[in-house]
């Protein structure tokens, strides 16, 4: 395996990450930074290899945050709580998300609250999904989540 030193030059040390940044930081206000992990199902760590009988992959669930009215992007309260609520899940939290800064909407989608962005769970059913979607900031504020499991499509063939 190649190693490369910060000058970009194959070198003996092995490469290693920049840990002059900050664990966590605000992007746009809401969501605290956090490298995103590729979604899909997930396989849990420490478990039976999945030729053992048992399929241990759980599935993954889009989470769409509809925020409340008035609601101010940005304050320190606001970080706290996200930042806190994104710790509480742990190992579910599969990719962060991202806020949305503009909206709009195509076709008939009913009354509903202006996007305020997405993040991607890992849960063993909609259920859980459901319990883990209940800590969102915004439900607390008069805002909201929508809860979607996301499906498999089979690989190689017609999605349809």
Known sequence: MDTVD????????????DTARP???????IFPARPSIRPG???LWGKPAP???????????????RAPEDYTTGTPEGIAAWSSWFESMGA???DMGQPVAEATTVGDCGEIRPLGGYSLITAD???EAVALAKGCPFV?????????????????????
């Open 6 to 17: 910060t000058g970009g030059q194959l070198s003996g040390r092995p490469a290693r990450m």
């Open 23 to 29: 664990r966590h930081w605000a992007v746009s206000g």
């Open 41 to 43: 199902p997930v396989r």
């Open 51 to 65: 030729s053992q009988e048992e399929d241990l992959t759980m599935a993954t669930f889009v989470l769409t945050y």
């Open 92 to 94: 579910h939290l599969a």
């Open 125 to 127: 059913d909609l259920g």
């Open 140 to 160: 607390a504020q008069g805002g909201g989540v929508e809860v979607g499991q996301l499906a498999e499509l089979p690989r190689g063939g017609d999605p349809a």
